[in-house]
T-cell receptor, first 114, second 111 residues
Framework: DGGITQSPKYLFRKEGQNVTLSCEQNLNHDAMYWYRQDPGQGLRLIYYSQIVNDFQKGDIAEGYSVSREKKESFPLTVTSAQKNPTAFYLC?????????????FGDGTRLSIL | QKEVEQNSGPLSVPEGAIASLNCTYSDRGSQSFFWYRQYSGKSPELIMSIYSNGDKEDGRFTAQLNKASQYVSLLIRDSQPSDSATYLCACSRAAGNKLTFGGGTRVLVKP
């Protein structure tokens, strides 16, 4: 059945290491988004992509990178430049041009520093 | 000033009562408004969307929008312990566009 799959569920990063979080959707959604959530906080937008091979920075893009080579996939790399990466990372997707469609979320990835 | 503001709570309501959650937003260009429910440790789940001024009802939930006052609210009738969660308000300027989230209101429904 259709949905948004994020993997892994838990991830640990060592100092100086880059890590990549996976997000795959089979909903035929055009747009995909990455959010970061810190404990007791709302969601903050990291990057978003409206179409393949195009993406825009959100509010907190520093220390992160993304790619959108396929419609179904939008991986997020947390680079060593992100000094405080411990958070809950959420991927979302939505239609782009079919009226006002809301975003739907994957189950998230919890990233911690070793 | 935050773009989307919510009272962080906790909002404590007895079982069977009405929970009333409020959200204000600063961007007058906002067109679409959403309420998400997030259980502890889980991802947000869409429970309501509203695009026009007035009320929209779905089961025990009613969303209310007043664009002139830049205010959106969520009422939960006949509150159940399973409604205990954090409720996130979100706004966007256009379809398929990025959402701006409030910090969420934690709701506790006591049996």
């Amino acid at each position: 059945d259709g949905g948004i799959t994020q993997s892994p569920k838990y991830l640990f990063r060592k100092e100086g290491q880059n890590v990549t979080l996976s997000c795959e959707q089979n909903l035929n959604h055009d747009a995909m988004y990455w959010y970061r959530q810190d404990p007791g906080q709302g969601l903050r937008l990291i990057y978003y992509s409206q179409i393949v091979n195009d993406f825009q920075k959100g509010d907190i893009a520093e220390g992160y990178s993304v790619s959108r080579e396929k419609k179904e996939s939008f991986p997020l790399t947390v680079t060593s430049a992100q000094k405080n990466p411990t958070a809950f990372y959420l991927c979302a997707s939505s239609f782009r041009d079919r009226g006002s469609q809301p975003q739907h979320f994957g189950d998230g990835t919890r990233l911690s520093i070793l | 000033q935050k773009e989307v503001e919510q009272n962080s709570g906790p909002l404590s309501v007895p079982e069977g009562a009405i929970a009333s959650l409020n959200c204000t937003y600063s961007d007058r260009g906002s067109q679409s408004f959403f309420w998400y429910r997030q259980y502890s440790g889980k991802s947000p789940e869409l429970i309501m969307s509203i695009y026009s001024n007035g009320d929209k009802e779905d089961g025990r939930f009613t969303a209310q929008l007043n664009k002139a006052s830049q205010y959106v609210s969520l009422l939960i009738r006949d509150s159940q312990p399973s409604d205990s969660a954090t409720y996130l308000c979100a706004c966007s300027r256009a379809a398929g566009n990025k959402l701006t989230f409030g910090g969420g209101t934690r709701v506790l429904v006591k049996p």
